[in-house]
């Protein structure tokens, strides 16, 4: 597979995914520098994750027809492909789920790659400009089945200016600075789908996790769960601080990449139940046997007693360290 992409990427050829057909760069184009960027950003192993994202906004829109209020109804479903790279994740919305949605396609690099793509598919790229003096949600130009909103600008200052029903996040680097403007932008019943990139710095730094997380790991076996439950305690606890609780749709483990969807809802007794699923981890460093801590104010006298391990009562000294807190 992985040879497979890199004579695709080398040969610039068209590579056609869901019926979208596009190019990962372009090197005879004036920027070529930067789409070569592009192509290094773009990645053939997401296309799952593509797939899961579009099969979520597919239900989100059906949901939406489906509910009795008129306006709800007659009201498309506004999409942004956040760092959305060479488009084709907007592309394939547009394409397949046709004026069901209102999709904005955002990267804050050169968009002309996203534009070729888009016209190899017959969709014209409006351009959006950020306004300051536009109130977010104010009701935007309905979008005809092969038009897009093409917007060149940072995913965060988008997503902290206008509101969306569904947002795909796939951040280059850390994702943690981009989840309070998303929780920010979506409003309630919305789906946030959120891919994280690299999912070995919750191995080999530790200090970086804390950093971006505020949260502590360490190497274990099950790595991957707990990167997932660490991502959405920090989910939840942006939020939180948007007075929106969210719930876990799915959680999707491919290679190094992870899938997050949860679904953002209203009110104080929403946001208080997320919260509540956020916890510190006692782990056992001998044989990995880990259980939650209860969220109380007074210290639990033995906490070693959680434990259905009897690693304590066999070795000397502390054989338990708390990690987290994570969902």
Not at 16 to 44: D, I, M, T, Y
Not at 78 to 102: F, I, N, P, R
Request: with cysteine; hydrophobic share 40%; net charge positive.
């Amino acid at each position: 597979m992985d040879n497979d992409v890199k004579s695709v990427l080398n040969k610039e050829q068209d590579v056609n995914e869901l019926g979208v057909s596009f190019k990962c760069c372009q090197s005879n184009h004036s920027n070529a520098p930067r789409l070569h960027a592009k192509s290094k950003r773009f990645s053939v192993k997401l296309k799952l994750y593509r797939e899961f994202a579009l099969a979520t906004l597919s239900a989100l829109a059906q949901e939406k027809k489906q509910k009795p209020s008129r306006e709800d109804s007659l009201s498309q479903i506004h999409a942004l492909d956040a760092y959305s790279c060479t488009g084709v994740a907007a592309l394939q919305w547009k394409k397949l789920l046709s004026e069901d949605v209102h999709v904005t396609a955002a990267d804050h690099e050169d968009v002309c790659l996203i534009e070729r793509n888009a016209e190899k598919n017959v969709i014209t790229c409006l351009p959006w400009e950020l306004d300051p003096k536009r109130v977010p949600g104010d009701p935007k130009k309905h979008q005809t089945s092969s038009e897009i909103f093409l917007c060149q600008a940072d995913a965060r200052a988008l997503m902290a200016m206008e509101s969306f029903n569904f947002i795909y996040l796939v951040p280059h680097k850390s994702n943690s600075s981009c989840l309070e403007p998303a929780f920010h932008s979506l409003s309630i019943g919305g789906v946030l789908c959120l891919v994280v990139p690299d999912l070995s710095v919750f191995a080999r730094a530790p200090h970086v996790v804390r950093r971006t997380f505020s949260s502590q790991v360490i190497k274990t076996e099950y790595l991957k769960e707990m990167a997932a439950r660490v991502v959405l305690a920090e989910a939840a606890r942006s939020a939180a601080k948007h007075n929106k609780g969210i719930s876990v749709m799915y959680v999707v483990s491919q290679e190094d990449f992870l899938l997050i969807a949860v679904r953002v809802h209203r009110g104080q007794k929403a946001v208080d139940s997320s919260l509540d699923n956020v916890a510190h981890l006692l782990h056992c460093r001998f044989c990995e046997e880990r259980t939650f801590l209860p969220n109380q104010l007074a210290p639990i006298d033995n906490p070693y007693s959680l434990l259905s391990c009897s690693c304590k009562s066999t070795n000397v000294g502390k054989t338990a360290i708390i990690l987290g807190p994570m969902w």
